[in-house]
C-alpha cells in the first residue's frame, strides 16, 4: 500500500489555473502509474488523468485535455496535475491514486488513494 497525500487544492475563478501536488510514501514510486480522478457533489468518481510508468505517457479524460497536464518527478516522489482554464465544472474533490499492476484508467485497479483535496471554480 502506497501511503499517497494530496495538496495544492483551494478556491480559483473560472479561467485561473491550480497546480495540485501529490506525496507517495513508497520506495519503487517509479514502477507506478499515477492518476487522478475527481468526484463532484452527487457524481460518480472520474477518471481525470493518469500517467503510465514504462513510457511517461499522459492519459486524459475527454473533459479536461488540452487544460490539464500530468507529470511526476521521481526523485522527489511526486506528482502533480496543472489545471489550466479552470470552469466551473471542474468543482470537485480531487483523488491521487496509485497501481502497479493492471492497465486501464479505472478506479477499481488503482489500490492506493490520497484523502483528496478541495477545488472550487467560481464563475
Known amino acids: 500500500q502506497v501511503q499517497l497525500v494530496e495538496s495544492g487544492g483551494g478556491l480559483v475563478q473560472a479561467g485561473g489555473s491550480l497546480r495540485l501536488s501529490c506525496a507517495a510514501s513508497v520506495r519503487t514510486f517509479s514502477t507506478y502509474d499515477m492518476a487522478w480522478f475527481r468526484q463532484a457533489p452527487g457524481k460518480e468518481r472520474e477518471f481525470v488523468a493518469g500517467?503510465?510508468?514504462?513510457?511517461?505517457?499522459?492519459y486524459y479524460a475527454d473533459s479536461v485535455k488540452g487544460r490539464f497536464t500530468i507529470s511526476r518527478d521521481n526523485a522527489k516522489n511526486l506528482v502533480y496535475l496543472q489545471m489550466n482554464s479552470l470552469k466551473p465544472e471542474d468543482t470537485a474533490v480531487y483523488y491521487c491514486?496509485?497501481?502497479?499492476?493492471?492497465?486501464?484508467?479505472?478506479?477499481?485497479?488503482?489500490?492506493?488513494w490520497g484523502q483528496g483535496t478541495q477545488v472550487t471554480v467560481s464563475s
Open positions: 491514486a496509485a497501481s502497479n499492476y493492471g492497465s486501464g484508467w479505472f478506479s477499481t485497479r488503482f489500490t492506493s
Open positions: 500517467l503510465r510508468w514504462r513510457d511517461n505517457n499522459g
